[in-house]
């Protein structure tokens, strides 16, 4: 039986006779049922290496789209538009943690004035999200800078769910034309931004909202100022997130 398990490795499944194969079931079992731990040993170490090919394809994806992240026409920039440092932001209308993150973003812009924000609808919760997204990508066409960003800090402080409605609502309470709004919702340039968005979150590995990006590092959830600001004081020393 040694000698069997033994020359195992280098032999195919259909060498073995049904007896050698079910001795060798049999000690597998016997072993697995005596030692247990091995099989959280072996999930730690698979959840290890989809971690690491995880993080290989977000690094390619990063690098190969880097372009169209920081400066595609279809993005809405608000901040510095010649920034040295420039953070992305993926979010939803519809995402609690986004509408979280809306003051530390707020904060950011206000104490950093090197700063450059690009921000990415990416409606992934629903229909309703869809639909915000598209009427505020419109509104988005007639603001710039500030203004662009204020329509944004009122439609996430919105209660309960956005569409839209909502949406317009707060386009009408900035004085936007509300015949363009409707013309500039179904273009193509709104069409095209949240189709490139889509794909960058497909091709980065997004799995939800907010997601930011910044050097060459992808930060999920709202983490909070005090993070971001050390993030983007590392991107200005070393060019990474983090320099240690």
């Known amino acids: 039986m040694v000698a069997v398990s033994a020359a195992a490795p280098a032999a195919r499944a259909q060498d073995f006779t049904p007896e050698q194969k079910k001795a060798i079931e049999s000690i597998v079992h016997g072993y697995i049922v005596a030692h247990p731990e091995v099989l959280q ?5 698979l959840e290890k290496r989809q971690q690491t090919a995880q993080e290989t394809r977000q690094q390619q994806a990063l690098a190969t789209e880097k372009e169209t992240l920081l400066k595609s026409k279809s993005a809405v920039v608000v901040g510095n538009p010649d920034g040295d440092v420039t953070l992305v932001e993926f979010f939803d209308y519809n995402c609690g943690f986004c509408k979280r993150a ?3 973003m707020s904060r950011l812009l206000k104490d950093d004035a090197k700063l450059r924000v690009v921000m990415r609808d990416f409606p992934v919760l629903g229909q309703e999200s869809l639909e915000a997204s598209r009427i505020a ?3 988005k066409q007639q603001l710039t800078g500030e ?7 009122r439609l996430m402080a919105v209660k309960g769910r956005v569409g839209k409605e909502q949406a ?3 386009a009408r309470e900035m004085g936007l034309d509300m015949k363009r709004l409707a013309k500039d919702a179904d273009s193509p340039a709104v069409v ?5 968005s889509r794909e960058l979150g497909d091709k980065l590995g997004l799995t939800g909202t907010p997601s930011f990006i910044i050097g060459d590092t992808i930060i999920p959830g709202a983490v909070g100022h005090d993070a971001m600001a050390e993030a983007i004081k590392s991107v200005r020393q070393c060019g990474k997130a983090s320099c240690g």
């Open 41 to 45: 040993e072996a999930m730690a170490e």
């Open 102 to 104: 809306v003051s530390d």
């Open 137 to 139: 990508l419109a509104a």
């Open 147 to 153: 203004r662009a960003f204020d329509y944004h800090r």
């Open 168 to 170: 317009e609502a707060v």
């Open 192 to 196: 095209e931004a949240l189709k490139e």
